[in-house]
């Protein structure tokens, strides 16, 4: 049997929760700034660091 390529069930489950994170954290706003969009797409990627204290904000400037 083969396995199909993509993001298993455990990436969207990592994914989802890093979305949850970075909208209560308020990376997830005013998308129509670059830097803005980048520091949400990392808060989701890194949400462990992000729930660990780590600010992201004015990472890109």
Do not use: F, K, T
Request: glycine share 18%; charged share 10%.
């Amino acid at each position: 049997m083969r396995r199909g390529g993509g993001i298993s069930i455990l990436g969207v489950i990592y994914l989802l929760i890093g979305v949850l994170v970075a909208g209560l954290r308020g990376y997830l706003v005013e998308w129509n700034v670059v830097g803005n969009l980048v520091e949400g797409i990392i808060a989701i990627l890194v949400w462990p660091v992000v729930l660990l204290g780590v600010d992201l904000h004015g990472l890109i400037a």
